[in-house]
């Protein structure tokens, strides 16, 4: 059975860092691309960074560049996010995704979804 697992959420304050962690069970994943995406309340999910199978490209959002940092550990099965800086408007639950392709693009389609964590900043 697939597994996607995210943690490393929780409250913090404005400027303030976090590190995500999205662990994967039940098959390897080393050769997919991966990303972030977020849902605020009333929002739908967006976007925020991803990856490469090699992590050798990355992308992010506009709103989050220069702030967040996506990496991977193919040889842990784990993908990161480390986000500094934090702002209120990045309090959201936090989801990761494995494409179906080996490179990122914006619009791939995420064959495997995390159940999300949750990310609260306060102000």
């Known amino acids: 059975q697939v597994q996607l697992v995210e943690s490393g959420g929780g409250l913090v304050q404005t400027g303030g860092s976090l590190r995500l962690s999205c662990a994967a069970s039940?098959?390897?994943?080393?050769?997919?691309?991966m990303g972030w995406f977020r849902q605020a309340p009333g929002k739908e999910r967006e976007f925020v960074a991803g990856?490469?199978?090699?992590?050798?490209?990355?992308d992010y959002a506009e709103a989050v560049k220069g702030r967040f940092t996506i990496s991977r550990d193919n040889a842990k099965i784990t993908m990161y996010l480390q986000m500094n800086g934090l702002k209120p408007e990045d309090t959201a639950v936090y989801y990761c995704?494995?494409?179906?392709?080996?490179?990122?693009?914006?619009?791939?389609?995420?064959?495997?979804w995390g159940k999300g964590t949750l990310v609260t900043v306060s102000s």
């Open positions: 990856i490469s199978w090699s992590g050798r490209n990355t």
């Open positions: 039940g098959r390897s994943f080393s050769n997919y691309a």
């Open positions: 995704g494995v494409s179906s392709g080996s490179g990122w693009y914006r619009g791939a389609r995420m064959d495997y």
